[in-house]
């Protein structure tokens, strides 16, 4: 007798248990959410990807531009000769460089990066490295004397949320510098005054 209560006991707190919806909303609140609060994480780990890609991008660019204004087939003298530097390959190498430093890029699996120079008035031009300093006096517009280096880049991997692809994507960036024409010294030390037993002189 006593066993047979125990079963009734067990049976009727199942039916009970079973026919409890509290908590259900709950349930169907944390099912439906749970889809979004997923493509949101991975969505905003693609952005920071992106993001930290983009950064790499436009350092390397503003170095490469920075490097051309100041070192170019004319910026040379009795100290300074580089003759037989070949500074567009230096300058291409920096933006190379920065990029492979990125942790979300692959050494195994390079980007395809392109690399444009512009003039003052957005054509494309040569590598600035053979600028004509010594017609410098004779230009117009200070102006002439900027360009552009302009960076384009395909990421060599198909951006997707949750398996849904996104496409390829392409960053890109631009930096404008101006060709400096001479190399810079700094004017001579002027002499400190040494006191002497009359005083300073």
């Known amino acids: 007798m006593r066993a047979l209560d125990m079963r009734v006991g067990v049976l009727r707190r ?8 509290r908590g259900a909303y709950d349930l169907i609140q944390l099912a439906l959410i749970i889809p979004t ?6 969505g905003s780990f693609e952005v920071l990807k ?9 350092a390397g660019t503003y170095q490469a531009s920075r490097y051309l204004s100041v070192y170019h087939k004319f910026y040379y003298d009795d100290t300074y000769n580089r003759t037989s530097a070949n500074d567009q390959l230096q300058a291409e190498r920096l933006i190379w460089e920065t990029l492979l430093a990125n942790p979300f890029i692959s ?6 990066v392109l690399i444009r120079y512009l003039d003052h008035e957005g054509l494309e031009i040569p590598p600035p490295t053979d600028f004509p300093c010594q ?9 002439q004397l900027a360009f552009t280096v302009r960076t384009q880049m395909t990421l060599p991997w198909r951006t997707s949320v949750l398996g849904v692809p996104m496409g390829d994507i392409t960053l890109v960036s631009a930096h404008t510098a101006v060709v400096d024409c001479g190399p810079w010294y700094p004017p001579p030390a002027t002499p ?10």
């Open 14 to 21: 199942l039916k009970a248990l079973l026919s409890d919806q």
């Open 135 to 143: 017609d410098i006096d004779v230009l117009a517009d200070s102006s």
């Open 50 to 58: 992106l993001v930290s890609i983009r950064q790499s991008l436009d």
């Open 192 to 201: 400190t005054p040494t006191p002497t037993s009359s005083g300073w002189f």
């Open 107 to 112: 050494q195994d699996a390079p980007p395809n």
């Open 37 to 42: 609060f997923v493509v949101l994480l991975y």
